[in-house]
């Protein structure tokens, strides 16, 4: 089994910086990606920033100069740098990562989801 934990999560008021930490163990052969996903009340989820390994990051246009993901495949880890928040980043973040099965098949795993609330 893959165990997927996020943490970081919290309150800021808007212009401040968090950062999200993920952290995937258990039976991993290989990772073929890891990124981040974010869920707002009445929405649905959505991507924020993902990194293929050994390949390009991708960001939502609505955080891109703002958000930084970093990653250490031998640590199994991919964090989240968040500047400059606004009250509309507020969602539950959650950290997915896909767990390379074989060459023709990756599975995805997500963590618990992680609470980041921007407010005055």
């Known amino acids: 089994q893959v165990q997927v934990v996020e943490s970081g999560g919290g309150l800021v008021q808007p212009g401040g910086s968090l950062r999200l930490s993920c952290q995937a163990s258990?039976?991993?052969?290989?990772?073929?990606?890891m990124g981040w996903y974010r869920q707002a009340p009445g929405k649905q989820r959505e991507l924020v920033a993902d990194?293929?390994?050994?390949?390009?990051?991708n960001y939502a246009d609505s955080v891109k100069g703002r958000f930084t993901i970093s990653r250490d495949n031998v640590k199994k880890m991919v964090w989240l740098q968040m500047d400059s928040l606004k009250p509309e980043d507020t969602a539950v973040y959650y950290c997915?990562?896909?767990?390379?099965?074989?060459?023709?098949?990756?599975?995805?795993?997500w963590g618990q989801g992680t609470q980041v609330t921007v407010s005055s």
């Open positions: 258990g039976k991993i052969f290989a990772i073929a990606d």
């Open positions: 990194v293929i390994v050994e390949g390009p990051t």
């Open positions: 997915k990562v896909g767990v390379r099965m074989s060459v023709y098949r990756t599975d995805d795993y």
